[in-house]
């Protein structure tokens, strides 16, 4: 019994060319394992959909077969071109002389606050005594009597 019932599953998952010439069976065949589905789309590391690269630049071809025109010689750069470049050229190495000129100005007055705060460093007040001071102004008269009330009870 076991055995006619794992028969008929596997009739069920198979398709059997049972009767069937050789040449219909590697028909079948083809046909079917062409019907297999394809992986998803996320599973592939390339898909045709998507272009993977830019397009490559190829030059159009003209649609007459005669002989292509040769393309016009170069031509030298007309007056003004050269007038409008010079000018353009004077103009940006006067804004680098400028430049120039601001990070000399702004190192040199670097250098004298540098030297005027050498200078003052004997004449700065102790941060110490600067502290002091700030507590004794802080605190409220009362508290002063206070604290010489309670020495003199010692």
Same mark, same amino acid.
């Given at each position: 019994?076991?055995?006619?019932?794992?028969?008929?599953?596997?009739?069920?998952?198979?398709?059997?060319?049972?009767?069937?010439? $050789?040449?219909?069976? &590697?028909? /079948?065949?083809?046909?079917? =394992?062409?019907?297999?589905?394809? @992986? %998803?789309?996320? *599973?592939? !590391?390339?898909?045709?959909?998507?272009?993977?690269?830019?397009?490559?630049?190829? $030059?159009?071809?003209? &649609?007459? /077969?005669?002989?292509?025109? =040769?393309?016009?010689?170069?031509? @030298? %750069?007309?007056? *003004?071109? !050269?007038?409008?470049?010079?000018?353009?050229?004077?103009?940006?190495?006067?804004?680098?002389?400028?430049?120039?000129?601001?990070?000399?100005?702004? =190192?040199?007055?670097?250098?004298?606050?540098?030297?005027?705060?050498? !200078?003052?460093?004997?004449?700065?007040?102790?941060?110490?005594?600067?502290?002091?001071?700030?507590?004794?102004?802080?605190?409220?008269?009362?508290?002063?009597?206070?604290?010489?009330?309670?020495?003199?009870?010692?």
């Amino acid at each position: 019994m076991s055995a006619s019932v794992e028969q008929e599953d596997l009739d069920k998952c198979f398709t059997v060319f049972d009767g069937s010439s $050789p040449e219909d069976v &590697s028909h /079948a065949r083809q046909l079917w =394992s062409s019907l297999s589905l394809l @992986p %998803p789309l996320e *599973s592939r !590391l390339v898909s045709a959909d998507i272009r993977q690269r830019l397009p490559v630049f190829r $030059p159009q071809r003209s &649609s007459s /077969a005669g002989p292509k025109p =040769s393309a016009p010689a170069p031509q @030298p %750069p007309s007056v *003004s071109a !050269l007038r409008q470049r010079r000018e353009e050229r004077q103009r940006y190495a006067a804004m680098a002389d400028q430049r120039r000129e601001i990070l000399t100005l702004l =190192s040199r007055q670097r250098e004298q606050r540098i030297q005027k705060e050498l !200078l003052s460093v004997g004449f700065k007040p102790k941060l110490k005594l600067g502290r002091e001071k700030m507590l004794n102004l802080q605190k409220p008269p009362d508290s002063v009597t206070d604290e010489e009330l309670v020495k003199q009870l010692q």
